[in-house]
């Protein structure tokens, strides 16, 4: 009889309890390519060249925990000036899901940190970037102390388009310690989060960055119409987080790309997917 009542009462909150499907506490780097890449071929100029050194990239305790540290450094590499690290995960997840991230992220001059997600290669069924989609869950650049939560979809390079328009977060995050960096990314909508976790299913606190409907997304083909359904984000993306050092859009920005702060690095602690279990309504 307890167990009946038990059963109903999940039922009741059927529709929103997330399970988790990859918690990942950087025990090894089983769930990760290391990228190794020159920053030429990173779309924007990035001034690193990404290695899978163990300078660069990899596993220490901080504070007892395990974490995975991505390292920029000042270093003459293949005629790079900056080596770094970038890490994306050996399978794609999704579509759908709460992806969220718990770290510690650098600021400062020629910084330009991300967590984000890409479907694998950056080519999906809709095409190569940005048809492909991007879902930027966090970037920061230089010594601002604004992050950013962002999609890219709509043609191929260059017409791609972005949303929301105000990409920003409606506060001021604290760049100093570790939080978590999330998005919740669902047939019907995106929400970016910083700072909500999952309790008994449930995403809970933290702040709502922003809120994208599915109907601001689209993918197009390169006649420019557009796919049915809910291209581009409607296929698996890999994770990807890294530590660029320089490029377009940091260098945009005056002063930010000299003296550079380095070294620097990312303390990933955590990085947990979770997928919205169907109802039992549903099933
Ligand atoms: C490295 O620094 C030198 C001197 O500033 C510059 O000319 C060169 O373009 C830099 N190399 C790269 C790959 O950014």
């Given at each position: 009889m307890v167990a009946v009542l038990l059963v109903l009462a999940l039922i009741s909150i059927s529709g929103a309890t997330y399970i988790n499907v990859l918690n990942d506490n950087?025990?090894?780097?089983?769930?990760?390519m290391v990228n190794v890449m020159p920053?030429?071929?990173?779309?924007?100029?990035?001034w690193e060249y990404y290695t899978d050194s163990p300078n660069n990239v990899y596993i220490t305790k901080v504070n007892g925990q395990n974490a995975l540290i991505l390292k920029a450094l000042q270093q003459n590499y293949q005629g790079y000036n900056y080596t770094s690290g970038k890490v994306t995960s050996v399978r794609p997840w999704g579509p759908y899901g709460f992806f969220n991230v718990k770290a510690i992220v650098p600021k400062g001059n020629g910084l330009w940190p991300a967590i984000w997600l890409l479907p694998p290669n950056g080519q999906s069924i809709y095409g190569g970037w940005a048809a492909c989609g991007e879902i930027d869950i966090m970037e920061t650049i230089c010594t601002g102390t604004a992050g950013y939560s962002t999609l890219h979809f709509g043609g191929e390079w260059p017409n791609q388009v972005s949303a929301?328009?105000?990409?920003?977060?409606p506060f001021t995050a604290d760049w100093n310690n570790a939080h978590w960096y999330g998005v919740d990314w669902q047939p019907t909508y995106m929400n970016f989060w910083y700072d909500a976790q999952v309790v008994n299913g449930v995403i809970t606190g933290g702040k709502l960055i922003n809120s994208i409907p599915s109907s601001a997304w689209y993918a197009t083909n390169t006649n420019g119409q557009r796919y049915p359904?809910?291209?581009?984000?409607?296929v698996p993306f890999s994770i990807i987080l890294n530590v660029a050092v320089g490029g377009s859009w940091p260098c945009s920005v005056s002063g930010c790309c000299s003296n550079l702060a380095v070294p620097a690095q990312m303390t990933v602690f955590n990085v947990q997917v979770w997928e919205v279990a169907q109802s039992e309504d549903q099933l």
């Open positions: 950087f025990q090894d780097l089983s769930n990760w920053g030429v071929n990173s779309g924007n100029n990035e929301p328009s105000n990409n920003q977060y359904g809910n291209a581009p984000f409607n």
